[in-house]
């Protein structure tokens, strides 16, 4: 039994065409996620800084300890742990934040306020 406007062959192309969509969704995420080609920086350059992971990066060579807030539209409170001094909140901006040379930590910490801040900078008990 065939249905009007339907033939014998409707389901081979239905299937060549969600093959094809799954190809072209497999490249255009497989495109996203792809690493940038890297050039190499002149003679006496500066390395270019290098992002870790979102959030508390311990300071490597010399390097203080910072957080990277990874989202582009937000301010957000963290909770900055130190040693042997308090620990205390700061409002954090998109990018990274240089923290305290004795930190021992940070974190998003969205029950302090609701999480989002207004002024990078700030701190807070």
Same mark, same amino acid.
């Given at each position: 039994m065939t249905f009007r406007g339907s033939?014998?062959?409707?389901?081979?192309?239905?299937?060549?065409?969600? &093959?094809?969509?799954?190809?072209?969704?497999? &490249?255009?995420l497989a495109a996203s996620v792809a690493a940038p080609a890297s050039a190499s920086a002149p003679?006496?350059?500066?390395?270019?800084?290098?992002?870790?992971?979102?959030?508390?990066?311990? &300071? !490597?060579?010399? !390097?203080?300890?910072?957080?990277? @807030? +990874?989202a582009t539209n937000t301010n957000v409170w963290i909770q900055v742990t130190r040693?042997?001094?308090?620990?205390? @909140?700061? +409002?954090?901006g998109p990018g990274r934040t240089n923290l305290d040379l004795d930190a021992? &930590?940070?974190?998003y910490d969205s029950n302090y306020r609701g999480g989002l801040c207004s002024h990078p900078g700030d701190t807070g008990p």
């Open positions: 033939s014998a062959s409707e389901p081979a192309r239905r299937g060549r065409r969600l &093959g094809l969509a799954t190809v072209v969704l497999a &490249g255009a003679a006496g350059a500066a390395a270019p800084m290098k992002i870790q992971a979102c959030g508390w990066n311990k &300071g !490597e060579n010399g !390097e203080r300890a910072y957080y990277e @807030h +990874c040693w042997p001094r308090s620990n205390y @909140h700061r +409002c954090v021992t &930590g940070a974190w």
